[in-house]
C-alpha cells in the first residue's frame, strides 16, 4: 500500500508537469472556472490575490514529489502526512471530490506508525474515561447484543458486567431488570438509551451511530423508541434469536 501511495503521487507530478497550466502556475484558476468545479467565492477572491493561485498550483506539485521521497524519513513523514491529507481534504471540500479523497487518506493511514496510533488511543482512553455497561446475562438477546456492540469497541474502553453473576454495588437489580445500565467512574448511573447515548460519542467505533442519538428529529422519533420497545420486549426477542440459531444450526 505504501508503495502504490508513492507511485501514485510520483506520476501524478509527473503528469501535472507535463501541462502547461501547471508549469505557469495557472493550474488552479483553471480547475475552479470550469462548470464542473465552477466556485465563483474562491475565483473572487483568487482574482484579487492571483499569487494564491500560484501558490496552491505549486503548492500542490511540491507535496506530491517532497511526498514520494520525504515520506520515508521517520523525521519528515508526520509533516508529508499532514499536508497530503490536507490536500486530500481540499479536494473533498472544494472539488466534491469525496470518494476519491477518502480513499487517498485511507491509503495515506498506511505510513501511521503503530506507536502512534498506541499513544493516541492510550489519550483518547483518558480523556472518555472508564465505562462499565451492566446488562442482563440470562437474556440471550441482551447477550448477543452487548457482543456485537463490543465488536465496535477497538480501544476495549468498555467493561461489562453481568449483574445476574457479578451483582452491582451501584445500581439495583430491580432496576437493571428493566434496562441496562451504564456506571461512570464519578458513580452516575445512565440507564438504556441514554447510556448508549454517552457511549456512541466516546468510542471511535460507534460514531457512525451518533445520528440515531443526537440529531434531534431521529433520536426522538426513532433511537429512544426503538431502544423502548427492544428493553420491553427482551423476552420474546431472546426467545426468537434463540429459535433462529437452533434452526441454523
Known sequence: MQIQMVVLFFYSSISKMAGDDWRNGDAVWT???TDEHYHPFLLSVFASQYWLVNFATYGTVFIEIAYC???WQRSTRPYLLAAALFLHAQFAVLMGLFYFSIVMMMGHMSFVEPEWLARLGAWWKRKAGDMEMIYDGRC???VRSMAWFLAFDGLAQISVRDFRAYPSPIVADAQLEKALYLVLPDGRALPGFEAYRYVVLRVPGLWWLVPLFYLPGLSRLVGRPLYDWIAANRSSLSSLT????KAQR
Open 69 to 71: 521521497f520525504l515520506i
Open 242 to 245: 434463540n429459535r433462529l440459531s
Open 31 to 33: 480547475v475552479f472556472t
Open 140 to 142: 440471550g438477546f441482551c
